[in-house]
């Protein structure tokens, strides 16, 4: 069974910095992209970027571009997302999600609370 | 980067009523264009894929159509349960992007 598996909500301050986790199960890890999304409250869907784990080849939304930084370790099939400054627009729910042929989604993680707030 | 645009940004429905969900898109993305349904705390589902392709598992009152920059979702005799907001997302061009999405009330 495929699944992808987020690590949990986080409560951070202004300034920190955090490291959110996708671990994929069930499937050839290196063989799809991984996407991430935002979702902030009560709003929308917004696509941050992308990475292929086997080559770690990552693509940005200008928007998230020098913002966030994506990387996957293979190895121990997880995709990270990660702040090395938060703010509180940083509040959001953070959602991965795996690319078929880096292209439409078919499974999505449960969603990655991540509060800032001082 | 590839706006989409969906309309209406709401709608209040009753059981049984036919829905069409439209997403224009701000240049052509031919058949690169994909449906998720999102319940309130819950991850986004996939329903359609390439404009007209169900996915698997998902009720046959679901339905896309479209190419180039106009899409349709049609939800057949809506149920109860599809209450929630519904997105288009292309993936022609990088970034990819999502509309801003489709709220559909159950009245």
């Known amino acids: 069974e495929v699944q992808l598996v987020q690590s949990g909500a986080e409560v951070k301050k202004p300034g920190e910095s955090l490291k959110i986790s996708c671990k994929g199960s069930g499937y050839s890890f290196t063989s799809y992209w991984i996407g991430w999304v935002r979702q902030m409250p009560g709003k929308g869907l917004e696509w941050m970027g992308i990475?292929?784990?086997?080559?770690?080849?990552?693509r940005y939304s200008p928007s998230f571009q020098g913002q966030v930084t994506i990387s996957a370790d293979k190895s121990i099939s997880t995709a990270y997302l990660q702040w090395s400054s938060l703010k509180a627009s940083d509040t959001a729910m953070y959602y991965c999600?795996?690319?078929?042929?880096?292209?439409?989604?078919?499974?999505w993680g449960q969603g990655t609370l991540v509060t800032v707030s001082s | 980067e590839i706006v989409l645009t969906q309309s209406p940004d709401f709608q209040s429905v009753t059981p049984k009523e036919k829905v069409t969900i439209t997403c224009r898109a701000s240049?052509?993305?031919?058949?690169?264009l994909h449906w998720y349904q999102q319940k309130p705390d819950q991850s986004p589902k996939l329903l359609i894929k390439?404009?007209?392709q169900s996915f698997s598992g998902v009720p046959s009152r679901f339905s896309g159509s479209g190419s180039g920059t106009d899409f349709t979702l049609t939800i057949n005799s809506l149920e109860a349960e599809d209450a929630a907001t519904y997105y288009c997302?292309?993936?022609?061009?990088?970034?990819?992007?999502f509309g801003q999405g489709t709220k559909l009330e159950i009245k």
């Open positions: 999600a795996r690319h078929v042929s880096s292209s439409w989604t078919d499974y």
């Open positions: 997302h292309q993936s022609s061009s990088l970034p990819y992007t």
């Open positions: 390439y404009a007209s």
């Open positions: 240049q052509s993305i031919g058949s690169s």
């Open positions: 990475i292929y784990p086997g080559d770690s080849d990552t």
